[in-house]
Each structure stands twice: as structure tokens, then as C-alpha cells.
């Protein structure tokens, strides 16, 4: 009989216990499982760790109220404003935390436009998400509608609100206002500070008159007032 016959059991016995071995010492080097993710499996957890949004209820009964009751005047425009508000916010509702900021945009221009014709609110905000200088629609996604935003102002100055006319004097005093004369910005000016001191402002229109007198022309012509003698 050969004798390396009679040394093969010894050998199977002693590599069957080398792999036990090794595989105890791969399972103690692995210690307790990670979950998957782009490195040590962080931002999977972080995943599991974010908090449910505080407005997934509030979202839906505004969104659903802006669809079914302003249209038949049961509730007003405000509701859709209030909807497009949260969407464009920071604690945007679970199911929507997710999709690109132009969808959310454009989602949210859908609330405003069915609260227009019941709530200056609704029609001003609308109105600044459409005036705005995209050329090619990079900026805003093809938001930008300069005719429409044209007609909701049309809306505004018919019912009298005072938001539509500091928007406009927001645009008289900007930067870009180069052939606006210095007398109208002036006036443009003096129509922000009336506002303001008539306390009749909503919190949009306040934002809008701080803004025009914060504008470098306004903060400029106020200095050379303060400058001429009495």
C-alpha cells in the first residue's frame, strides 16, 4: 500500500479545520453588517432618520380645498397660495421631496392659477414666479411667461391692490431701469415708504416695499436728500 494513502485523512482533517479557522477569523473581522450605501452606509441610515414632513396633512387639505371649493366660491384663493407656499418651502410633504425644484415650481403655478381670480395673493405670486428674465428657459424651466405675468398685473390694478403697485415700482428702481428719470424714481420710492407707513400691508407686500427702499436707488437719492440744505 502506498503511504501517502494512509496520510489523506490527516490532510482532509486539517484542511477542513484551517477553513473553519479562516472563516471564524473573516466573520470576527466583519463585525456587526453595514447597510449598503456610497461608502460606509451613511446615507442609507440617514435615509431611514429623516423625520416625516409636519405638512403632509396640511398640504393635501389645502391642495385638495384649492381643487374642489375655490372655483365654486366656497373657499378662497388664499388656500392655494397657502398649498404652492408649502410646496416651494422648506418642509416640502414626503411624497414630493423628491421631484426636480422646476416640477415643484410648475406644480405650484397650477395652485396659484386656479386661486387668482379670488385672491390678490395667489395672483401676486403667480405674477413674480412668471416675471422673470430667462432667456431659453434655463433659469426657470420655461416657467417665465412674461404675457401672463402682464395680464395678472392688469388684474391686480383693476381691484386696487396695493401689492401691484409696489411691484411695479420694485421694477421702476431696479438696476435695470435705465430710462426710467430720476423724478419718477423718486416717486417710486415715496410710494414704499406711504405704504409702509399706512400699516395696511399683507406680508408679501411688506417684503416688496422693504425691498424698494433697500434698492441702491432709493438708499442714493435718499442720501442726496439728506445732503441739500434746508
Known amino acids: 500500500m502506498n503511504k ?3 496520510r489523506l485523512p490527516a490532510l482532509q482533517t486539517t484542511g477542513a479545520l484551517l477553513c473553519a479557522l479562516a472563516s471564524s477569523f473573516a466573520f470576527a473581522q ?6 449598503p450605501g456610497p461608502n460606509d452606509g451613511t446615507a442609507f441610515t440617514n435615509q431611514i432618520n429623516v423625520k416625516p414632513s409636519a405638512n403632509n396633512e396640511v398640504y393635501l387639505s389645502l391642495k385638495t380645498r384649492c381643487e374642489t371649493e375655490v372655483g365654486s366660491g366656497k373657499s378662497n384663493g388664499d388656500v392655494c397660495a397657502e398649498a404652492a407656499a408649502i410646496l416651494l418651502g422648506n418642509d416640502v410633504p414626503d411624497h414630493l421631496r423628491d421631484i426636480s425644484s422646476v416640477t415643484k415650481t410648475k406644480i405650484a403655478l397650477r395652485l396659484l392659477e386656479r386661486g387668482v381670480d379670488s385672491s ?9 414666479m412668471y416675471n422673470k428674465t430667462d432667456i431659453g428657459g434655463f433659469l426657470t424651466g420655461g416657467v ?20 401691484a403697485s409696489l411691484r411695479k415700482s420694485r421694477s421702476a428702481v431696479s438696476l435695470f431701469s435705465f430710462s426710467t428719470p430720476e423724478s ?10 406711504q405704504a409702509i407707513a399706512g400699516g395696511k400691508l399683507d406680508a408679501d407686500s411688506k417684503i416688496v416695499a422693504a425691498d424698494i427702499l433697500d434698492s441702491t436707488i432709493c438708499k442714493n437719492l435718499a442720501a442726496q436728500a439728506l445732503q441739500q440744505p434746508n
Request: proline share 2%; charged share 30%; with cysteine.
Open 120 to 128: 390678490n395673493l395667489a395672483a401676486a405670486r403667480a405674477y413674480d
Open 30 to 35: 466583519m463585525g456587526e453588517y453595514q447597510p
Open 144 to 163: 417665465a411667461d412674461s404675457y401672463r405675468a402682464a395680464e395678472l398685473m392688469d388684474v391686480m390694478l383693476k381691484r386696487n391692490y396695493v401689492g
Open 4 to 6: 501517502n494513502s494512509n
Open 184 to 193: 419718477e424714481k423718486r416717486q417710486h420710492c415715496d410710494v414704499a415708504k
